[in-house]
């Protein structure tokens, strides 16, 4: 059988089906002693914040304790990667670093 031209579609990669309700955590890890931060995502934010506590992420094994913040959601993996790179940027850490500075200044002015 012989394909013909006219019904040809352009090569695309193939992507994974996403399941329509899942929703996408981006989110932030500051250690407790406000020395190393760390951004993820994850469809499973629960089991993934326990992995972390429990010492199973290699980035934040030597973490000890630390504070957990959800940035956003996202529908998609595909956007949810996107926003991870984003936070992950130059721009990105630029912003973290204020919400860092607001966070630091009200965990003195309670404690």
Known sequence: M???LDSARPCEPRRRRQVLFMKFFI???ISEDYTKTYVGFSDNILRRISE???GLVKTTIHFNKFRCF???TADTIFDARKREKYWKSRAGRKKLQQYFYKITLASSSNG
């Open 2 to 4: 012989v394909a013909r």
């Open 27 to 29: 989110y932030w890890l």
């Open 52 to 54: 972390h506590k429990k």
């Open 70 to 72: 959800k940035l956003e």
